[in-house]
């Protein structure tokens, strides 16, 4: 007997872990024979693609356990025959008796109860238990982790039941296996959680379990018993971002393995929820209770999306129907989708909605098996068949070992498409077969146009304006006398509208169309420690994607978004009527005042409104608005009993009398009452309000279950601004409304996509927010599900603060009159205003300090900051330290060390300027400390030291998703890479550099155009997931093995399980920056609203590294507002040993704090590029320097007094913290610290701070191996090199090590072209010649992976496929996704067809190619490339520069491109016609390709199918530079000076 | 806002005044105002600053940068309204005041700051011109009364707020007429009485009671007061002047410049003073001991007399000379940016002549047999750090020197409010300057009895005595209600209770 196990699975919640933010990623593959032949081979082969996907995956801290691992293979017959034998009874026929694989508490008695549990069910529904087998295991060889929660693992056998029909069997086994899920899910077993059934199946059956891929076959003996066939293997290798053993969470699921993250997964629970009172079905009657809940509770993303897919196919919808309906391509928008299959997937939008987010998904009934990929292509999946009908699908090509010649044809899958072998009818269907089967099957279009309503149809009723915003009784013009009108400013009071709200925010929406943008950190309260009433929405911060999935670019990819929503009452699930699209749609969720009269006047069968006031009487106080909420949700309940669909909650009528419950609270308070009751789909909720104005509040009510919104009083605003002279004069008011309605629009989806969602109907209830400051009862009962971790206020202060701002409006006896609106002060100091940390007096008292150097005005700048007993600033505001045992100062580390330790945040050069970001560089290396260069690259004369020793050259390179300037020669210029996933300013979003600010240096050093904006898209493109960072963290090691390589996140719950798979991902660093750091160009409500404070993150990344084993191999960083000694000793308490500083260093350089940066006008000189300006600035590195060396010797005086020598000693110290009591405030007196100071245990002798090297693996890569040694002569003495070797697709990164090498000896320029030559045959993996340099060219006969030349830096690379292959290169594919991501010099020649985003950010690298996927040319800057063939969609959306030549025979090029930066044109320009000749002549010469070939050979009559595109503004700067050039050599200057300026 | 780029185009511009020769012919202001056009242009060399560094510097907590913008887009009516928010009296700073907010401005870290303080008072002037200040009587009245004690610009600004909160005020005004210092303090030709007259016209049509020859404590009974009113606010001033005991402090021609100023701006509206009190610069060698604003005040009315020569001695060393606006790295260590800076200032007064001397200690007045001033003798003193470190002066040997003088006019500041009278009789505790000590709510020791402005503060400026006014008055009406909902510099607009 083994000891009392542990139990397995998650750990609870605990401090600020919480199970329910675990993430994972993985490798994922299917092979099947196409006709169904069954054999033991396929079994190996499935086996055998796990192992080649082991990089994908990840191990722990223990490194024989592995995150999981598992297949699904039909039921082998003739093995389960024998073992039954065996076992002393005869199987029915094949399809008659089901296996169940079972994993039970090692425990006797527990596994014996669960066992009995099972048969009881299988006897209740009337099937017939078998018998029970023992699974043969040999578990020696798996990790100790994994060992010691290992279930008991059994096999059970069951024939089908004589009065159950053969359909009915899998539905019954479902029934049974649900009930034994509930039953022992509530039972009081102690190991509970080691009961699961990976299946249960007449068809199939899953082994898996908590291994690496290679120990899965070890494990599990049945499978390497030859009678053990199948036609099909469906194999998963999991990434989780945590080391806790969980068995069950290995994969494939039941009917899945997925790839990918599932964003919506709040909302999709939710609606399922509020759906299961409407599942109705006269086949399965009552069982229907009995699979209740269908969705597993605190199961993975995966796992839940089985359990729905699973309850949709059993109860009748064929497997690829079902999942189209969760995952549908983005059909709205879609400019050649068949009116049949938009009406389809129309109508299944009425019935659910999507689940949305990146996903490979691959299924299987055992019958069929296919792959969907997520509407935007964010997964790789790519497929072979061969010619002997066998079919493999993988997220990586060469997972199996297939001679060349027996490929048919080598494909991958596109966004939003399904792929399906059939082996019943022996085939391959195609997407549009399998769609248009069922999109034909009923009349959709017509349902549709009978039932489903939108706005245009209803009439608008008697009486009521036909302006697009209309007004409050239409007084909303001036008075005489030039003032405002008093009832309206009233009305804006008492709902806390600013005069900030009205200019900063709502003028430019409605001016531009856009939100408003601005510029450095947030440096106000949180809202729970304002001393001014905050709006509740303020409490509230949006959750954004990083790392384990990808924000989207809704702009820029805008194709697969949609604001489309249906609202009314939904159907039954199970079924599909007419009447289940009686809703009415909405093209986004926006009312005018006229469309919500038009609803508000519904009244038909279906569609029926009702008005519910959310007004409460002011006498009764705070109280009042509790009662009133009450009341609110018995009135909707019983509205809906009477009929009603459409609930309208409505704060119209508000007087000195009724003051309103914030909007959001009442939506989200009815909306949750709803879902209780099981009742929430059967209405629409309409929020009428006047407090909604700025994209947070849309976004929130939209977020918490309002379906659309009616923002009156903001309508009513903008008129009194025109008539106030705040917006043009010249534009009738109804255009400026609907410039308002499509900014907000805009911003929401800019909101929903920094989560990765693209469709509102999935955003809607998705909760996609974190609170900060509301207590749990609030929570739980408003706005339930919600994470809230630091407690906070409830609804008597919510309704305080609602009061205070009615009361500002309806102030006794009128006084004072006049006073117009409160200042606010959010956005900019107000000394009437908000509370900000710099303000005036600290600014001053900053730079002064250091200027002078004074320890005595720095003592009294940091008493302003840390003063805060009077104002709670900041979370770290309310700690304060316990008193320590102190030491003498002289025994604390000196400064000198501790300035090391010291960063400033990633500023670039282009936000900032020269002289700013140089002198900032000058003093961090002064010190010992690292400047970070930002995203923007670095001007390579920096590398040089000056004469006086100083060296400007930033010490951390930046690498973010721009990649502007990411050169071999920069890489390897760092002594740390920092791969910014995200910016506190703006988590989830790129960036942009307004063309003004780029002028010829910025441009040469970015590789871009001068004048030219420049876009950073909001994900790398590399990394779409955890196992991707991983890849990129692994690609950077290669290309500087010297450098550390760090990974920025940004604070949000979760954070601390993202930052363990950092650490997994072999990081040597993590920094967990907070939400309020600076930006030279944000949106406000990212600047304001997203992310939370880095106590909160670094806390959570701390007690989730120690608790999973993973803190002392990785740097804990953390930035955002710290300012003084005391900030940094919190910091190091809450477990970070480095610290950031960037905005109060670039304070002591001159910064004031204008808040201009994006403006270019910074009076200081420190953030433009205006000659003019820059000249006035007056930093030296001697300020920044006093500054650090000050801040270390306050930190030793406090580590002094606490008792600590060291940095180390103090790190993770939350022991020596304490929570000051704010019990005079009326906010924060709620807060509660304990999750926040929650020490982890950590494992006896483990450190828990850094202090050990992670193991990146690079000693096994083939540069270490063979490449370097074999290419020393051309590394020391440029002597030529060619090699020939296999490749495989586990060899990845090959040539970067190599390439790094030649640009430390030989610089930027590297080797003559083709000193080296690498003869490779096979399939690459990922990464190929990243960074690659002059003088290397890979040749690769076969094919390539994803990330193919990222990077590419001047090095070549050459693909064609083997001789040996039949197919036609140019119909099939031959490399992966985003090939030359940020190139930014060298070639390309791809004899085939390459994935997505195709040259995405290429800034200087040429290509050719024969085909390419969705996204080509995306964000391209600079560079040519050559597509002889076809493209997908959204071509050269984002591209400012460079130029694409695409061969278009069948004319349909044209309404594949987005438009928006670029025209299209001939090539009848001559300089053209040469440059793509010359092209297409390589291209020939190096792969053979008869596509180029036939181009040459019929080149006059095929230059009229070119089309080149060319990016406006490139064209505009190109002519501008050809002018300045002619004047020039005119003058004779040299031209080589001024085409280096043009090299994009 | 405003116009982003507009401190890259245009200068600073503000007022030209008349020549010296023709403004010395009379009593009133000389500015030439800027065109509207050229305002505007200064306006919006505002920059909309993230952290308008103006704030602090202004005490009433002006939101100029929001001013500044309406003032360049021309929306007046919305800048008088915005400026009236947090200021009762714009035209008077707008002339009076020093401005510490364009010490504080931004733009003058490299540059000419913003002209704040022209702009400010242009938008008032506008209001006034175009007929937008109106009475803005309550619209209900509480039924409780106030009296408030002095009619400077702390008693007014009380005055106004707590009467707009609905409770009847009444002010008592010893002097003959309202407005203190702005009435008899400041001469003409820096603000015309007609502007203050204006002001007080509009006060008393919003209903509060002026009474003036009313002084509390002499002919007006504290147990009065106390009876008849539910709160007292005291804002009589910082009226005791500092003197200057030295030999032949007695004589004939030496007076505090409070007995000066005040009758020239009686006669300049219509009063005659009687021939025995009556003081004139007119043809006298005028001395004015003290280095302030008052002893400008006395010069440029001197010279206005026509005096043979005015003199002004300042105790304190020569500060340097950083010519008007001095940038940043330019400003001593002592008052860096974007603090108020230690620099000598040369007030228009000044420019209109007058030998200014600094490090002047005077030791003796000197008169001839009638008692009549006729000289007076200084010595040039050095300062140094003594042993605690404080500054101290001692004379410079063998510096004697005689000046002849026929008026010498004592400016060197304020030592507190005047205790006899209201002080005393309601017993208040002083602080240790010898003001009236209040606690954070402008209460005194007493209850239901509040102070505000130099009274409270000590001597300060005009901006610093509305600030304080309106302060006291918030204070009151909470008092008074519980509640108030006037207005604060620092807290916001928000319910006070």
Known sequence: ?1544 | MGDVRGFMQFGRKHHDNEPIADRLKHYNEFMKILPVAELQEQGARCMDCGVPFCHTGCPLGNIIPDFNDLAYRGQWRDALDRLHATNNFPEFTGRVCPAPCEAACVLGINEDPVAIKEIEMSIADRGFDEGWIEAEPPAVRTGKRVAVVGSGPAGLAAAQQLNRAGHLVTVFERSDRPGGLLMYGIPDFKLEKSRVWRRIKQIEAEGVEFRCNANVGVNVQVAELREQYDAILLAGGSTQARDLPIPGRDLKGVHFAMEFLPQQNKRNQGDTIPGDVSLAATGKHVIVIGGGDTGSDCTGTSNRQQAASVTQFELLPTPPDLGHFPRRDQRPDHTPWPYWTMMLRTSSSHEEGCDRHWSVLTKEFRGDDEGNVQSLVTVTIEWYKDDSGRQSFREVEGTTREWPCQLALLAMGFLGPEKRGAIEELGLELDPRGNVKCNAEYMSSVEGVFAAGDLRRGQSLVVWAIHEGREAARSVDKYLMGVTHLPSAGAGDFAWR
């Open chain 1, 1 to 1544: 007997m083994r000891n009392a196990p542990s139990n397995p699975g998650l750990p609870a919640r605990d401090g600020l872990y919480d199970p329910a933010n675990e993430r994972d990623a993985c490798g994922v593959g299917f092979v099947v024979h196409m006709r169904g032949e069954k054999s033991h081979a396929i079994v190996r082969s499935g086996l055998e693609i796990l192992v080649n996907l082991a990089h994908r995956g990840a191990c722990g801290c223990d490194p024989l356990t592995g995150d999981g691992a598992g297949i699904l293979t039909q039921i082998p017959h003739e093995f389960f025959a024998a073992v039954a034998r065996g076992l002393g009874f005869e199987l029915p026929a094949a399809g008659d008796y089901a296996i169940g694989t079972i994993f039970l508490p090692p425990n006797y008695e527990e596994g014996q109860f669960c066992r009995q549990q099972l048969e009881r069910f299988i006897a209740a529904e009337g099937q017939q238990l078998l018998g029970w087998r023992e699974v043969a295991i040999d578990n020696g060889h798996i990790g100790e982790t994994a060992r010691e929660v290992e279930p008991c693992i059994r096999q059970v056998l069951i024939a089908r039941g004589k009065g159950t029909p053969r359909e009915m069997f899998e539905w019954k086994l479902y029934v049974i296996r649900k009930q034994l899920e509930g039953v022992v899910a509530n039972s009081g077993l102690l190991h509970r959680k080691y009961c699961y059934v990976p299946s249960l199946s007449s068809r199939i059956i899953v082994y898996k379990g908590l291994m690496l891929p290679d120990q899965v076959e070890r494990f599990y003996g049945d499978l390497a018993d030859e009678r053990f066939t199948s036609a099909l293997a469906l194999v998963h290798q999991r990434y989780s971002t945590n080391t806790f053993p969980t068995w069950d969470l290995a994969q494939p699921f039941r009917y899945l393995a997925h790839n990918g993250e599932i964003n919506t997964l709040r909302g999709n629970v939710n609606w399922m929820h509020a759906r299961r009172s409407m599942l109705a079905s006269e086949k399965y009657g009552a069982d229907l209770k009995k699979i209740l809940p269908v969705c597993t509770p605190e199961a993975s993303d995966s796992a839940i999306f089985d359990n729905v897919l699973e309850m949709l196919v059993v109860t009748g919808r064929s497997l690829p129907q079902a999942m189209s309906m969760l995952i549908p391509e983005p059909w709205a928008g879609h400019e050649s989708m068949s009116d049949e299959k938009k009406a389809y997937y129309e109508y299944q939008a009425c019935l659910t909605e999507p689940w949305d987010g990146p996903a490979s998904m691959a299924f299987t009934d055992g019958i069929s098996i296919g792959a969907v990929l997520d509407r935007n292509g964010l997964r790789p999946s790519r497929y072979w068949v061969t010619k002997r009908g066998m079919v493999v699908m993988a997220s990586e090509a060469g997972v199996l070992d297939i001679p060349p010649g027996e490929i048919e044809s080598k494909g991958r899958l596109r966004p939003g498409r399904m792929f399906l072998v059939d082996t019943s009818q022996g085939r391959i269907i195609g997407d549009s077969e399998i769609k248009s089967g069922f999109a034909s099957r009923r009349p959709y279009r017509q349902w549709l146009n009978e039932n489903q309503v939108t706005l245009a149809d209803l009439p608008l009723p008697l009486g009521e304006g036909r302006g697009e915003g209309g007004s409050v009784n239409g007084d909303s013009r001036h008075k005489s006398n030039g003032r405002a009108d008093d009832s309206l400013r009233r009305l804006q009071r008492a709902f806390g509208y600013t005069l900030e709200d009205l200019r900063i925010i709502m003028a430019p929406m409605a001016t531009d169309g856009y939100e408003p943008v601005g510029s450095m950190g947030n440096d106000a309260p949180l809202a729970v420690l304002s001393d001014r009433p905050q709006l509740l929405y303020n409490y509230f911060k949006q959750l954004f994607a990083q790392v384990t999935n990808p924000p989207l670019d809704a702009i820029r990819e805008e194709i697969v978004t949609s604001l489309i929503t249906t609202i009314g009452s939904e159907g039954n699930l199970l079924e599909e009527t007419p009447e289940q699209c009686r809703l009415l749609r909405l093209e986004q969720p926006i009312l005018t005042n006229a469309e919500l009269a038009k609803i508000k006047a519904l009244d038909r069968p279906g569609l029926k409104s009702r008005t519910l006031s959310i007004l409460f009487p002011r006498a009764e106080g705070p109280a009042g608005m509790q009662r009133r909420m009450q009341a609110l949700r018995e009135e909707a309940s019983r509205a809906m009993a009477e009929g009603v669909t459409l609930l309208i909650l409505s704060d119209r009528g508000v007087n000195a009398e009724s003051a309103p419950i914030p909007a959001l609270l009442a939506a989200s308070g009815v909306h949750h009452h709803l879902i209780r009751e099981e009742t929430r789909t059967r209405c629409g909720l309409i929020v009428e309000t006047a407090d909604a104005r700025e994209v947070q509040h849309f976004a929130l009510l939209t977020g918490y279950g309002a379906g659309a919104v009616n923002p009156y009083l903001a309508f009513d605003t903008l008129g009194q601004m025109q008539a106030e002279g705040y917006l043009p004069a010249d534009v009738p008011l109804e255009k400026l409304q609907k410039n308002y309605v499509k900014a907000v629009g805009k911003g929401l989806l800019k909101v929903m996509s920094k989560m990765g969602i693209s469709t509102q109907q999935s955003y809607r209830g998705a909760q996609i927010f974190e609170a900060i400051g509301l207590n749990s009862e609030f929570i739980d009962e408003y706005f339930t599900w919600t994470a809230s971790r630091i407690e906070g206020v409830g609804i008597e202060t919510i309704a305080e603060e609602s009061l205070r701002w009615h009361e500002s409006a309806y102030p006794r006896a009128d006084v004072p009159r006049n006073l117009g609106l409160d200042v606010g002060g959010q956005y900019q100091w107000r000394r009437k205003g908000e509370a900000h940390m710099f303000n005036p007096e600290v600014v001053a008292k900053l730079q002064h300090a250091t200027r002078i150097n004074s320890v005595a005005d720095f003592k009294k700048y940091c008493e302003l900051i840390d003063k805060q007993e009077r104002q709670l600033l900041t979370l770290r505001g309310l700690l304060e330290f316990k008193p320590g045992r102190p030491i003498p100062l002289g025994e604390v580390e000196e400064a000198k060390h501790i300035v090391k330790r010291f960063a400033t945040g990633a500023m670039s050069y282009g936000s900032i300027s020269k002289e700013a970001h140089e002198t900032l560089a000058i003093a961090m290396n002064r010190i010992g400390g690292k400047s970070n260069t930002g995203e923007g690259g670095e001007d390579p004369a920096r590398y040089t030291a000056d004469p006086n020793g100083d060296r400007r050259s930033s010490a951390i390179k930046q690498v973010a998703s721009g990649r502007f300037g990411v050169t071999s020669e920069y890489l390897v210029s760092a002594e740390e890479l920092q791969i910014k996933m995200a910016q506190g300013a703006k988590p989830g979003e790129g960036g942009q550099l307004p063309g003004h600010k780029v002028d010829k240096e910025i441009a040469r050093i970015r590789h871009s155009t001068p004048g030219v904006g420049l876009i950073s898209p909001p994900p790398h493109h590399d990394i779409y997931s955890i196992e991707d960072l991983a890849q990129l963290i692994h690609d950077l090691k290669n290309a500087n093995r010297q450098a550390r390589v760090s990974v920025k996140l940004v604070a949000e719950v979760g954070v601390g399980t993202v930052a363990a798979g950092v650490s997994k991902g072999k990081s040597d660093v993590v920094l967990i920056s907070g939400h309020d750091g600076g930006t030279g160009a944000s949106p406000f409500t990212s600047i304001k609203h997203a992310g939370i404070p880095w106590e909160l993150g670094l806390a959570e990344t701390h007690q989730v590294l120690v608790k999973n084993n993973l803190r002392s191999r990785i740097v804990v960083q953390t930035d955002g507002q710290l300012r003084t000694p005391r900030d940094i000793a919190i910091a190091a308490m809450l477990g970070a040993e480095e610290w950031g500083i960037a905005t109060a260093a670039l304070v002591t350089l001159g910064c004031i704090m204008m808040r201009k940066c994006h403006l270019n006008t910074c009076p200081v000189g420190v953030a433009t590029q205006d000659l003019e300006l820059r000249k006035k600035f007056a930093g030296k590195p001697e300020y920044a320097v006093n500054f650090f060396f000050l801040i270390a010797e306050g930190l030793r005086e406090i580590m002094a007094s606490l008792g600590f020598r060291t940095v180390d000693e103090m790190v993770g110290r939350v022991d020596l913290l304490d929570t000051r009591k704010a019990i005079g405030h009326w906010k924060a007196r709620g807060l509660d610290f304990s999750a926040l100071l929650k020490k982890p245990e950590a494992r006896p002798g483990v450190k828990t701070y850094c202090c050990e090297a992670q193991d990146h693996g690079i000693q096994n890569s083939l540069d270490v191996t063979t490449l370097l040694r074999a290419c020393e002569p051309a590394i020391e003495r440029r002597e030529p090199v060619k090699l020939d070797l296999p490749i495989r697709n586990v060899n990845r990164t090959v040539g970067t090590i190599l390439s790094s090498e030649i640009t430390r000896r030989h610089g930027r320029d590297g080797l003559p072209e083709d000193t080296i030559q690498l003869n490779f045959r096979g399939t690459a993996g990922q990464s190929l010649l990243a960074f690659g340099v002059p003088g290397v060219t890979v040749r690769v006969e076969g094919d390539v992976n994803d990330y193919c030349g990222k990077g590419l830096s001047g090095g070549k690379v050459i693909v064609y496929p083997p001789r040996e292959s039949s197919f036609k290169p140019e119909e099939n594919i031959i490399a992966g996704n985003v090939v030359l991501y940020g190139a930014t010099s060298g070639e390309v020649y791809l004899r085939g067809i390459a994935g997505e985003r195709f040259c995405v950010r290429n800034s200087g690298a040429k290509a050719v190619v024969e085909g390419v996927g969705d996204h080509g040319c995306e964000y391209m800057t600079g560079g040519e490339a050559v597509i002889l063939g076809e493209t997908g969609r959204n071509f050269a959306a984002g591209m400012s520069g460079g130029v694409a030549y695409v061969l278009d025979e069948h004319g349909r090029f044209a309404t594949l491109v987005n438009m928006e930066m670029v025209d299209l044109e001939d090539l009848s320009n001559a300089d053209d016609q040469r440059a793509v000749l010359e092209l297409v002549r390589k291209h020939v010469e190096y792969t053979g390709s008869t596509r180029g070939r036939h181009v040459l050979d019929h080149w006059p009559q095929i230059i009229s199918k070119f089309v080149k595109v060319m990016p406006r503004d490139y064209k505009r700067a190109l002519a501008e530079l050809k002018k300045a050039n002619e004047e020039a050599a005119s003058r004779g200057v040299p031209v080589g000076e001024l085409q280096e300026v043009a090299n994009g």
